[in-house]
Structure formats: C-alpha cells, structure tokens
C-alpha cells in the first residue's frame, strides 16, 4: 500500500478540523466561528473553482467574481420572488452560470495574456453595473430577503445544519476537482498550460478544453454565490467587484495554484488572517502586504509547496 502524500494527510487534518467546528464552538459557547467558518468554506469552493483555469488552465482571470455574484443574484432574486425550492434554484444557479461562462470563456479565450485578463474583467464589471441598475432591488446598496433555499429533510435556517451543508459540497467540489484534474482532460489541460502550440500539434482541440475548463469553472463559483446569499441572507453588487475578484487570487496564490487543495488553505489563511487583523486597524491590507511577500518569496507555488517537497509517511502504513 502506497504512503499517503503530504498532501492527503493536510487534507484530511484540515477537513476532519473543520467538521468539528460547530462542536467546539458550541462547547465553548461561541457559535460566532461557526458562521465565520462557513464563509471561509464558501469562498474555499469560489477560489477552488477559478484554480481550475489559473493553476491548471494557466487562464489568470480577473473576473472571476461576476460567477460568485450571478449565482447569488439569481438565488436571492429566486427567494424575493417566491422560488424557495432548492433544487430549483441551484438548478438555475448551474444552467445561467454555465450559460454566462460559455458566452465569456467562447469571447475572451480568442485572445491570451494581459487582453484574456482584461476581458474577463470588462465583462465582470458589464455585469456589476447591471447590479446597480436593478434600483428596483436597491441597486449598489442591494437588497435582503428572509429565509433560506428549501431542502426536504433539511433545515438551513439553522447554522450547524447549513455548516455541514457547506461543508458537504466543498468536500464534493474537492472530490470533483480531483476527478478532474487526474483525468485526460486534466492531463491535456496542464499541457495547454506549458505548451498550447505542442498540444495542437498533438491534433487536440485546445479551444475547446479551455473553454470546458472555463465552463466549469464558472458553474462552480457560481454554486459558491447561491451559498453566500444563503448565508449572508444579501445580494449586492459588491459580490463582483472586480475587488473580490482579486481576493480570490490571493487566496489561490497564498494556497498554491500548482496544488488542488492549494486554495482551500489559501482561503482559509486569508480569512483568518483578515479577521484577525482587521480587529487591530481597518487598514489591515497594510499588514497582510508583507507577508504575502514572504510567502511568495519562501514558497514561491504557495503554502502547499512546503508539504508538497516529500511524501508524508504515516504510522502503520507501509511502502507497496
């Protein structure tokens, strides 16, 4: 039997870790970390998602917040509307996301570099002032609804219920992504990203694997935004800054795009170190500067490259 990479045994530490956080917080009678934990969680699925083309796809996107704000929107403008189901409003969440991202991803991959980049953010920020045009649904200031998606048999206006929620899906999304990467497609993927004129010289259709990749993508962060406007029981705009875009690529960095469980660490470092330091100043991006510095200069393919340098033997599992 195979050793288990360092990767697996951080996986499996930081997953069981997070499973037992409405315990301890309940224990502890602090049921504060179990929301902050939950947002980790969701922006863990979002950064996840735009991995797949940044670390794999070698697609540096700048818009990938206007996945998280379409799928948000879509849920709340579901629940304001009556559409509590659900399945049917992910079911929306998946088809409109998937249909937008085909539109980008068919748009912007004609070009490549620095225009790729700004595309996908010209289409983000298109897509943040159709936001604020919606005054009927408070415009910039957005808009806020009572209750959560329906599910039978559970009950999500309940945090520990939602949390596990949560918590399922990134551990779905994971499984997928693993899936994903470890597949010919993913294979063909990473050589899209080394080398694209080797790949079509190989007679594979690039275009269409990055655009695949892009799709889904999308899809993924977008599922992320239903889950935030659950959580947050808002819509804003302000889910597609182009801001917010930019925090999920330090979330992929800080993790490691080279890594698919990279930006879930990334995420997790990032919103713990805002959270506590944004309680010592406001300018807490002051603080947090310096030491994405040192993280890019002592790991430079982020946080996961130090345990990715030598498998991890465990107690009672030997070498096959």
Request: net charge positive; with cysteine; glycine share 12%.
């Amino acid at each position: 039997m195979k050793a288990l990479t360092s990767e697996a045994v951080l996986r499996t530490i930081v997953m069981a870790a997070l499973a037992i956080v409405p315990v301890a917080a309940l224990a502890v009678h602090q049921p504060f970390y179990i929301e902050m934990m939950t947002r980790v969680m969701i922006y863990a699925i979002a950064a996840l998602s735009l991995n797949l083309i940044v670390g794999f796809g070698g697609m540096v996107s700048f818009g990938h917040a206007a996945f998280l704000g379409l799928g948000a929107y879509v849920v709340g403008l579901a629940m304001v509307n009556g559409l509590t189901d659900g399945f049917a409003q992910f079911g929306l969440v998946i088809v409109i996301c998937a249909a937008f991202a085909l539109i980008v991803g068919a748009l912007s991959l004609r070009t490549g570099g620095l225009p790729f980049i700004m595309i996908t953010l010209a289409f983000a920020q298109l897509l943040y002032f159709v936001g604020v045009a919606l005054r009927q649904y408070g415009g910039d200031d957005g808009f806020t609804f009572r209750g959560r998606s329906i599910f039978p048999g559970l009950d999500l206006k309940d945090g520990v219920t939602f949390f596990y929620f949560v918590w399922v899906l990134l551990a779905l999304c994971l499984a997928l992504m693993y899936r994903i990467v470890g597949s010919r497609f993913g294979t063909a993927l990473r050589g899209i990203r080394s080398n694209e004129r080797r790949i079509r010289a190989l007679g594979l259709p690039s275009y269409r694997y990055k655009l695949a990749a892009f799709v889904i993508a999308g899809t993924m962060c977008g599922i992320a935004g239903g889950l935030l406007a659950n959580f947050a029981q808002f819509v804003s705009p302000a889910y597609i800054h182009w801001s917010v875009s930019g925090d999920l690529l330090v979330m992929v960095l800080i993790g490691g795009f080279s890594s698919v469980f990279g930006p879930v660490v990334g995420a997790i470092v990032y919103r713990l170190l805002e959270e506590i330091l944004s309680g010592y100043t406001e300018h807490w991006q002051i603080i947090l500067g310096p030491i994405l510095i040192l993280i890019v200069l002592f790991a430079r393919k982020g946080l996961m490259d130090i345990f990715a340098r030598r498998p991890a033997s465990v107690p009672g599992v030997g070498h096959g």
